[in-house]
């Protein structure tokens, strides 16, 4: 199994150490941002939604203007445009894009965050409503005639697409969502499956749950697992650099009093305290996974981090490699720079300490099969 690496650009520069300034389009930093991502080696680039941001699909094909062969990944929520045109939406971005497109189906951790855009359904609803939707649109990326559907949220008479995606059978679909609600959804549509940056033990548990879900219905998935690297020449400058920026994040936390409006309200995402719980077991978790941030801000986002060397950091993603997560989502606390210094050593070192697990892996294997074959 290879290694795939995931960035993450924006319209402008912004974290919890660079609170975002001026307009909310900075189109000069969203197309550098991407392009660095390009030239850093990240195999893929997330366009985020907000529900008070820019348009994610309008942001993502801007993105796929500037960019030449690094695929993308839109964040989209189902329930806000119906099935039937968000897959003609999906299927023209893959084609004008070269096939480089996935999808990040998001069905909404947040009450709050779901009602700016006058969604009223409860979180176990909306991935009922999810589970729905996804039907509808891989039936669209893949119906040779027109179709009917007749269900709980949607009713569509003679859908079809003339646009297919470039990508068989269908484009990527990445999902997130740890609730008892979402698993079954994960189970029957996903083609990776996303976590936040959880402790070894919590990825193993809840990877095993997914894999047993989607065998239900003769289905594999893959894993990816987002983290925040903290990188420095020395161990003991990167954890400088963690106190650094945890106390940067206290103080424009506390200092104007102005939080984003997405991070106001009671926690109701279970990935999120999923994050929390493993908070609580201390700032520092196994051998790099450090807290902090995410108990600092309620674990709204990604925001744990992997702290260390670049060599140390990428052994500490091959512990997660070894319980079978192929992809990981990588962003830095200084988004641009971070990106570049990711790929100066730390993709390229990951990527050849898991070309030597594969290797060892293999020459096990031959040599296992020569020791049947003499049995024999």
Same mark, same amino acid.
């Given at each position: 199994?290879?290694?795939?690496?995931?960035?993450?650009?924006?319209?402008?520069?912004?974290?919890?150490?660079?609170?975002?300034?001026?307009?909310?389009?900075?189109?000069?930093?969203?197309?550098?941002?991407?392009?660095?991502?390009?030239?850093?080696?990240?195999?893929?680039?997330?366009?985020?939604?907000?529900?008070?941001?820019?348009?994610?699909?309008?942001?993502?094909?801007?993105?796929?203007?500037?960019?030449?062969?690094?695929?993308?990944?839109?964040?989209?929520?189902?329930?806000?445009?119906?099935?039937?045109?968000?897959?003609?939406?999906?299927?023209?971005?893959?084609?004008?894009?070269?096939?480089?497109?996935?999808?990040?189906?998001?069905?909404?951790?947040?009450?709050?965050?779901?009602?700016?855009?006058?969604?009223?359904?409860?979180?176990?609803?909306?991935?009922?409503?999810?589970?729905?939707?996804?039907?509808?649109?891989?039936?669209?990326?893949?119906?040779?005639?027109?179709?009917?559907?007749?269900?709980?949220?949607?009713?569509?008479?003679?859908?079809?697409?003339?646009?297919?995606?470039?990508?068989?059978?269908?484009?990527?679909?990445?999902?997130?969502?740890?609730?008892?609600?979402?698993?079954?959804?994960?189970?029957?549509?996903?083609?990776?499956?996303?976590?936040?940056?959880?402790?070894?033990?919590?990825?193993?548990?809840?990877?095993?749950?997914?894999?047993?879900?989607?065998?239900?219905?003769?289905?594999?998935?893959?894993?990816?697992?987002?983290?925040?690297?903290?990188?420095?020449?020395?161990?003991?400058?990167?954890?400088?650099?963690?106190?650094?920026?945890?106390?940067?994040?206290?103080?424009?936390?506390?200092?104007?009093?102005?939080?984003?409006?997405?991070?106001?309200? &009671?926690?109701?995402?279970?990935?999120?305290?999923?994050?929390?719980?493993?908070?609580?077991?201390?700032?520092?978790?196994?051998?790099?996974?450090?807290?902090?941030?995410?108990?600092?801000?309620?674990?709204?986002?990604?925001?744990?981090?992997?702290?260390?060397?670049?060599?140390?950091?990428?052994?500490?993603?091959?512990?997660?490699?070894?319980?079978?997560?192929?992809?990981?989502?990588?962003?830095?606390?200084?988004?641009?720079?971070?990106?570049?210094?990711?790929?100066?050593?730390?993709? &390229?070192?990951?990527?050849?300490?898991?070309?030597?697990?594969?290797?060892?892996?293999?020459?096990?294997?031959?040599?296992?099969?020569?020791?049947?074959?003499?049995?024999?």
């Amino acid at each position: 199994m290879s290694v795939n690496f995931i960035g993450m650009v924006t319209t402008n520069k912004n974290s919890e150490i660079h609170p975002a300034v001026g307009p909310a389009i900075d189109t000069d930093y969203l197309l550098r941002f991407a392009r660095a991502h390009e030239e850093a080696g990240f195999d893929r680039v997330l366009v985020p939604y907000h529900s008070n941001g820019p348009d994610a699909i309008l942001t993502i094909a801007q993105v796929a203007a500037a960019t030449r062969h690094i695929k993308l990944m839109l964040a989209h929520r189902p329930g806000f445009v119906a099935p039937t045109l968000a897959a003609r939406q999906l299927a023209t971005l893959d084609q004008f894009s070269g096939g480089r497109l996935g999808v990040h189906i998001i069905s909404g951790g947040s009450d709050v965050e779901q009602r700016r855009d006058g969604d009223f359904l409860d979180h176990d609803r909306r991935y009922a409503r999810t589970d729905e939707y996804l039907e509808v649109l891989r039936k669209v990326w893949t119906a040779g005639e027109p179709f009917d559907h007749h269900g709980e949220f949607y009713r569509v008479e003679q859908a079809f697409s003339e646009v297919k995606p470039v990508q068989q059978p269908h484009i990527p679909i990445f999902f997130g969502g740890a609730s008892e609600a979402a698993i079954p959804v994960a189970g029957r549509h996903a083609d990776i499956y996303a976590l936040w940056g959880e402790s070894l033990d919590q990825v193993r548990e809840l990877t095993g749950r997914v894999r047993t879900e989607a065998a239900r219905h003769g289905r594999e998935i893959s894993f990816s697992v987002s983290f925040r690297p903290i990188l420095a020449a020395t161990e003991d400058a990167a954890w400088e650099r963690a106190e650094r920026i945890l106390a940067e994040t206290r103080r424009l936390r506390s200092g104007n009093g102005s939080r984003h409006p997405a991070q106001t309200g &009671p926690q109701e995402s279970v990935g999120a305290r999923r994050l929390l719980a493993a908070a609580e077991k201390g700032d520092r978790v196994d051998r790099r996974l450090w807290t902090a941030i995410a108990r600092e801000t309620g674990a709204r986002y990604n925001s744990t981090a992997l702290v260390g060397t670049p060599e140390q950091v990428a052994e500490a993603l091959l512990d997660y490699y070894d319980l079978g997560v192929t992809t990981f989502l990588i962003r830095g606390f200084d988004p641009l720079e971070d990106a570049l210094d990711y790929g100066r050593e730390l993709i &390229p070192r990951t990527r050849e300490l898991v070309a030597e697990r594969v290797r060892q892996k293999l020459e096990k294997q031959q040599k296992q099969q020569k020791q049947q074959k003499q049995a024999a």
